[in-house]
């Protein structure tokens, strides 16, 4: 595919996306950024999730798991669905009684400001890392898929892909982003079904005998339950599937901003339950591509990346699937990386305006703010690209999924536990940084001792540490105090 080929196709799609941002931004308030005046159809939301939730980086990943771990992935999936009843059902009522901006103001209403600041400054660092480290990830396949052939280099690339996210999303903030994750989620899986067509015209087959393939294939395996140990172990990955959508979809400002766009209680539960529906379907398409794109490698001598993340970029950008399927992954993998991106950015707006400055009627400073937000994504973004190492990418990926922990535990004790933390609401924040440390060294020592390694339930560990922290110094530190 000839790279300005891509990059009037990649201007064609900006300019929709402006497009869609005149139609939605209105009077571009602050209401409007933060909130979307309280208007968004709660299918739209719903639709336009499924695509901001799957990232650039789970475009790729997903696909390629299959071969290390097969199709196992699908019982963290089944486990979304329970996740996301519970943020139905028991956070969201929280939420719109308290009418909140921002989600950590509930933290505020039942602690105090200590702990508020505490939920938000964890937020922001989980969701500034997460958000750069994918950003990141996808600029190099882009670098190396388009923009090494057209001379830029990776400094202007990531510059170039972050001001179009800017500028699209600058006016409307949520209340923009809700329509244009809508567009993106649909360029994300007419890729994927474009890309698997691809594969199932090269070789010849009819859908049938793709679903054939598939289905007998060693790697179609779903169901682990003989090996407690592994992480791939049912219960492991269904609780574990459960609670990581209530920590990161729930408790987490990014996504939840979306939600509190709807009109009401009601239509936000309709959003997040359908879009809990839609995350199985559309994810065993994504490991069946998985399975297809081994089987066609092995089917051809393809020698594949050791890594399952180089699989699809490999076969793609390397011309076995033809020109159409290239093009297809660079826009899918683009719109994946945009509707990720755009959103954090605004949700880390709104948290430094509301949450950390307190100042959410002040429209110059949320302008601002946008503007730091974005130039500090770029800088993270850079200094990967400097220190390039893989280490260094993992070790990003732990340090932001150790820091939900705390969110779970402060809002757990918050929801079920009826004592107050004044007047040693100021030991919170040390608890919450102890509980990610001591969640690190109690993994490295079952490692070390009993084999026994940590997969996601090391959130709920970690999350529990925090509420257990939280319950002993109402004991050590101040008289019972029952909440009424």
């Not at 901003?257 to 936000?268: G, I, P």
């Not at 509707?339 to 950015?345: E, K, L, V, Y």
């Not at 060294?441 to 084999?451: G, I, K």
Request: charged share 10%.
């Amino acid at each position: 595919m000839s790279a300005t080929l891509f990059l009037l196709v990649a201007v064609a799609y900006f300019l929709l996306l402006m497009a869609v941002s005149k139609l939605t931004a209105g009077q571009a308030t602050n209401d409007t950024f933060y909130r979307g005046e309280r208007r968004s159809p709660w299918w739209a939301v719903a639709f336009g999730m499924l695509g901001a939730s799957l990232s650039g980086v789970t475009f790729v990943s997903v696909p390629g798991m299959v071969y290390s771990s097969d199709m196992t992935y699908m019982q963290m999936c089944l486990g979304f669905i329970p996740g996301y009843m519970m943020v139905a059902f028991v956070l969201l009522p929280i939420y719109y009684r308290l009418g909140l901006t921002t989600i950590y103001g509930y933290l505020a209403s039942r602690f105090g400001l200590t702990s508020y600041r505490t939920g938000a400054c964890f937020f922001l660092l989980s969701k500034l890392l997460g958000a750069a480290v994918r950003l990141y990830l996808v600029c190099l396949i882009l670098q190396r898929v388009v923009f090494d052939a057209l001379g830029w280099p990776f400094w202007v690339s990531a510059l170039v892909i972050l001001m179009a996210i800017w500028l699209y999303s600058r006016r409307g903030g949520i209340a923009t982003l809700v329509w244009t994750d809508c567009l993106q989620t649909v360029v994300l899986l007419t890729a994927l079904v474009l890309i698997i067509r691809a594969i199932i015209s090269t070789e010849g087959w009819g859908i049938d005998n793709a679903v054939r393939v598939v289905s007998d294939s060693s790697m179609s395996r779903v169901f682990e339950f003989q090996d407690w140990s592994s992480r791939q172990y049912f219960w492991k990955q269904f609780l574990s599937g459960a609670f990581i959508v209530v920590v990161m979809t729930g408790l987490d400002q990014d996504m939840m901003q979306k939600n509190l766009t709807c009109r009401t209680l009601h239509d936000s539960r309709k959003n997040m339950i359908v879009n809990g529906l839609l995350y199985v379907p559309v994810n065993l398409l994504f490991l069946s591509l998985g399975v297809l794109m081994y089987v066609f490698a092995e089917r051809h001598g393809i020698v594949l990346p050791a890594s399952g993340d180089e699989v699809m970029p490999a076969l793609c950008a390397g011309g076995y699937l033809g020109t159409a399927a290239l093009l297809s992954f660079t826009l899918g993998i683009t719109a994946a990386a945009f509707s990720s991106a755009d959103s954090a950015m605004t949700a880390l707006t709104t948290s430094v305006c509301v949450d950390l400055l307190r100042r959410p009627d002040d429209e110059l400073l949320r302008r601002r703010m946008h503007v730091v937000v974005t130039v500090v994504v770029l800088f993270c973004i850079l200094v990967f690209r400097a220190l390039n190492s893989t280490s260094v990418i993992d070790a990003v990926y732990i340090i932001a999924s150790y820091t939900y922990g705390p969110l779970l535990g402060l809002f757990a004790f918050g929801l079920f536990v009826p004592r107050r933390l004044h007047p040693m609401e100021r030991a919170v924040p040390w608890i919450c940084v102890a509980s990610p440390l001591v969640c690190y060294f109690f993994s490295q020592v079952a490692s070390s001792l009993w084999n026994y390694h940590f997969g996601y339930e090391l959130l709920l560990l970690n999350g529990g540490l925090t509420a257990l922290g939280l319950w002993l110094s109402t004991f050590i530190f101040v008289k019972k105090d029952v909440v009424c």
